[in-house]
């Protein structure tokens, strides 16, 4: 799952780039990786130009400069918005990196199970959510252990900087392409056929909270999580927005929690002290205090 993630070329040509195109370029990285920590290398320019293409014909522009300028009004924040999920799109499946959801359920939510049926708090965070095939697997892995989650304080929240993927998500509908990666048990006792596919039960609704958040702007939760699935979102960011960040996940997780990063992401060495590895991309944290991060990443 992904809060941002790169989109394919798209089959049409993308405008040539002139000593202009390259000049609009980068005035559009530079917001990108302001607004949304996004990194957008000078070989991408062609793709990024042609996605924006589309854009522009959807308001009715035929001039990038044009659409440079509408960029930096300052009245023009909805439109910086949808340059963002212009730029990004959402790769995602139900049990993606399926080892996750095996670390998850034998080793981590029995302990946690017991802690609720106690009468504690469990929480766990799947940021960068996408269309929802990560909350809902969590949810069903989550239905497993304890089919009684939702009479106890047991939540999970997922987050996006896309409110488009997030009404999707919240939907709960997906194709047949979309959830044939399910088992046919798991599909028959957490999905029923509605008119537009397939519709998440009731019971796995009823454990998510779907909030729109950039990871890179001010964080509202207050309370910490068990559990969190940060998954091939960060290998967008720069080195720099990447240390904000593992900071401020060692700070958001309980103590003992756990952190699951995408299959190609690490955490750099500068904070190696604040996890200890406990299996493929799986960390947990440690107790070291991580040092304050200056700006709109801090902790709040």
Same mark, same amino acid.
């Given at each position: 799952?992904?809060q941002?993630?790169?989109r394919a070329p798209?089959a049409?040509?993308?405008?040539k780039?002139?000593a202009?195109?390259?000049?609009?370029?980068?005035?559009i990285?530079?917001i990108?990786? &302001?607004?949304?920590g996004?990194?957008?290398?000078?070989?991408?320019?062609p793709?990024v130009?042609?996605?924006?293409?589309?854009?522009? +014909?959807?308001?009715?522009?035929?001039?990038l400069?044009q /659409?440079?300028k509408?960029?930096a009004?300052?009245d023009?924040?909805a439109? &910086?918005?949808e340059l963002?999920f212009?730029l990004t799109?959402?790769?995602?499946s139900?049990? +993606?990196?399926?080892?996750?959801f095996e670390?998850?359920?034998?080793?981590?939510?029995?302990?946690?199970v017991?802690?609720?049926r106690?009468?504690?708090k469990?929480?766990?965070?799947s940021?960068?959510?996408?269309?929802?095939?990560?909350? /809902?697997?969590?949810?069903m892995?989550?239905l497993?252990?304890?089919p009684?989650?939702?009479r106890h304080?047991?939540?999970?929240l997922?987050?996006?900087?896309?409110?488009y993927?997030l &009404?999707?998500?919240?939907?709960?509908?997906?194709s047949?392409?979309?959830i044939?990666s399910?088992?046919g048990?798991?599909?028959?006792q957490h999905?029923h056929?509605?008119p537009l596919?397939?519709?998440a039960s009731?019971?796995?609704r009823?454990?998510?909270?779907?909030r729109e958040?950039?990871l890179i702007?001010s964080?509202?939760? +207050?309370?910490t999580?068990d559990?969190i699935?940060?998954?091939?979102?960060?290998i /967008?960011?720069? &080195?720099?927005t990447?240390s904000?960040?593992w900071s401020r996940?060692?700070?958001a997780l309980s103590?003992?929690?756990?952190l699951?990063?995408?299959?190609s992401?690490?955490?750099?060495a500068r904070h190696a002290?604040?996890?200890?590895?406990?299996g493929t991309?799986t960390?947990r944290?440690s107790? +070291?205090?991580a040092?304050?991060?200056?700006?709109p990443a801090?902790?709040?």
């Open positions: 799952m992904t941002a993630t790169a798209d049409e040509p993308p405008p780039m002139g202009t195109e390259a000049e609009h370029f980068r005035t990285a530079q990108a990786h &302001r607004d949304a996004l990194v957008l290398p000078q070989d991408k320019a793709m130009l042609a996605r924006i293409a589309k854009r522009m +014909r959807s308001l009715g522009m035929r001039d400069a /659409y440079c509408l960029l009004d300052p023009a924040a439109e &910086r918005h963002i212009v799109t959402n790769v995602t139900f049990m +993606r990196e399926a080892h996750h670390t998850l359920r034998e080793q981590l939510l029995p302990d946690l017991e802690t609720a106690k009468g504690g469990v929480r766990l965070w940021a960068g959510c996408s269309s929802g095939q990560e909350p /809902y697997s969590l949810a892995i989550l497993d252990l304890m009684d989650a939702a304080d047991v939540r999970i997922a987050t996006d900087i896309d409110p993927v &009404r999707t998500a919240r939907e709960g509908v997906y047949d392409t979309q044939d399910l088992p048990n798991r599909r028959a999905f056929a509605s596919g397939h519709s009731p019971a796995l009823d454990l998510i909270s779907f958040l950039n702007g964080w509202p939760m +207050r309370g999580f559990v699935f940060c998954r091939n979102v960060v /967008y960011f720069d &080195r720099e990447q904000r960040l996940l060692h700070a103590p003992g929690g756990h699951f990063l995408g299959h992401e690490r955490i750099d002290e604040l996890f200890t590895t406990v991309t960390y944290k107790e +070291r205090t040092k304050p991060q200056k700006g801090q902790w709040p």
